[in-house]
């Protein structure tokens, strides 16, 4: 979650000790999804109904199908 997505994706894939620990070993990091909300609270329960989700929900999600979504 930020509010400046561009710095925060340099922020990952740079060689400083900014950025998550999980992703530090995992680069370059790629983004392949993002939703904007209007507060932060809002944000924070998206990201934390999405963080609960199985691999195959997420990714149907990152796809955009929709209908398989639904069924997951």
Known sequence: MTSNLEKRLKEHNS???KGAKYLRAKKPVNLVYSETYGDIKSAMNR???I???TKAKKEALVLGNLELLKKL
Do not use: D, L, V
Request: net charge positive; aromatic share 22%; no cysteine.
């Open 15 to 17: 060689n400083g000790s």
């Open 51 to 53: 963080k609960k989700w």
């Open 47 to 49: 990201e934390y109904q």
